[in-house]
């Protein structure tokens, strides 16, 4: 069994992440999620935990789960985790990339893969429940958005007014010379946040 582990994706779920997650037969997101339409997208058993930053979500602090036989406890942040004896413990919130082995049981922080921030890289992981029990990292590569400075609330402006107008990602992504991929976001971000203007979409782009 492989399992997609997500944590932070703060109301970013980037293409990359989810030809992932098609490959997995199930997804765990640790928190942080921030909007119920990012849990929306999801068309496989979901495991997810309540962030700091989820404070509209309906979702528990922790959770204990079993997976093939191997019991999974999850939570947000270590100090929410509950006494456990679990074969895996999966936390999130610190953005950076963390899995070891203690005495047979998988610890594992998946980074954050939602908006880029401070210069960490943008990770996830898959586990594989098997005869053994094992974490892959997966580095989530930007390349769509590698030139950050092109991007600015001026061109944001624009791909909102396009998307006003009806215009698809596709579209948007001929018309003003950006990746389709850079369009979506934006766009979604645009129609997910009533109200939010030019650099609140720059912030939750990290960039």
Known sequence: MHIAVISDTHDLLRSEVMKTVSDCDAVIHAGDICTQAIL???DKPLYAV??????GLDLPLTRQISLEGADVCIAHRIKDLPVSDSDIIITGHTHRFRAYKDYGRLFLD???????RLFLPVTMAVITIGST???ERID???AQIADKASVTPKLIRA???????GLAPDD????????RE??????RLYVTHPGVDADGIMTKLGL
């Not at 309540?50 to 404070?55: F, S």
């Open 172 to 179: 948007i992504s001929s018309k003003r010379g950006i990746s």
């Open 133 to 135: 029990i094992s974490a």
């Open 50 to 55: 309540k962030g700091n930053a989820d404070k």
């Open 40 to 42: 929306d997208r999801f």
């Open 182 to 187: 850079l369009a979506e976001q934006i766009v």
């Open 110 to 116: 998946p980074g954050s893969c939602g908006p880029g």
């Open 159 to 165: 791909v909102c007014s396009d998307a006003d107008k």
């Open 140 to 142: 989530i590569h930007e």
